[in-house]
């Protein structure tokens, strides 16, 4: 089994947000707000609109003055909301299921498996970025949640490397969950296949690369229907303690393998 597959690795999460405590406050503070005022904290844009939400960013970005880094910690804040308020559903894609769902699609219905989660890809082998000066970065995973009116929202996470400090986040535009049927075969690219990686010894280490958001789409409408497909996925575990590796996940967390519907890891 390879290293990436061993185990669940710390997540953006618990980068993002790691005092347990601080954040249960600020959850309840937000979601009784939404209550209060009739709004749905699952829902984007009315989630950014709650008073609470916009104190916690001016909070935490006072003394950031980086372009972006407010909305991209709105946006992360809005999915660590909905991550938690789903019961914090860690997701590990070993590398067998991520080659398979790169050139086939499960049979099933892209249904997801819960309304917010966080998928986990095996580290470095998935890239984006690389054009010009442009520095490629690894993707760790993506954050997927849908709102009360089936719209999916995807933030995915890049960079996150035990030598570095923070990680890297970019959000797709939201989409309709009820399309995810047709990005399952959709060809994304106008040349070259979806998925393959222009860096170099990308093809030699079968690296894939990652250019356009609809290829996210149909990279998670697969998952969707892979995991509807198998059914009911291994139980969640834990890391184990004694390891070489990245840090490991203090989350429970899925084992997504490969293998025919109804074997389970």
Do not use: C
Not at 47 to 75: N, W
Not at 102 to 129: E, T
Not at 148 to 175: D, K, N, Q
């Amino acid at each position: 089994m390879s290293l990436h597959d061993k185990y669940a690795r710390l997540t953006p999460f618990e980068i993002a947000f790691p005092e347990d405590s601080a954040f249960s406050e600020l959850m309840v503070t937000i979601r009784t707000e939404a209550m209060e005022r009739g709004l749905d904290p699952s829902n984007l844009q009315e989630f950014m609109s709650l008073t609470t939400v916009g104190k916690a960013v001016r909070d935490f970005t006072a003394e950031d003055e980086r372009p972006g880094v407010a909305h991209r910690y709105a946006g992360l804040l809005f999915h660590g909301v909905s991550f938690v308020a789903a019961g914090s559903q860690l997701f590990l894609l070993e590398t067998g299921a991520t080659r398979h769902l790169i050139g086939h699609s499960a049979s099933a219905l892209p249904r997801p498996p819960v309304s917010a989660g966080y998928l986990q890809l095996p580290q470095h082998l998935f890239w984006s970025g690389g054009a010009g000066d442009q520095r490629p970065e690894s993707l760790d995973g993506m954050f997927w949640n849908v709102s009360g009116a089936g719209s999916l929202h995807v933030m995915v996470i890049t960079g996150l490397l035990p030598e570095r400090p923070g990680f890297g986040a970019f959000t797709l535009p939201e989409a309709p969950v009820a399309d995810a049927s047709e990005w399952l075969h959709v060809q994304v690219r106008d040349t070259g296949d979806d998925f393959s990686s222009g860096l170099e010894g990308g093809e030699l280490d079968e690296l894939y690369s990652v250019e356009a958001a609809g290829e996210i789409l149909k990279f998670l409408a697969r998952f969707f229907a892979y995991v509807s497909e198998k059914g009911e996925l291994a139980e969640a575990m834990l890391a184990p303690s004694d390891n070489s590796g990245p840090r490991p996940s203090d989350l429970p967390y899925v084992r997504v393998q490969f293998g025919e519907p109804g074997q389970h890891g």
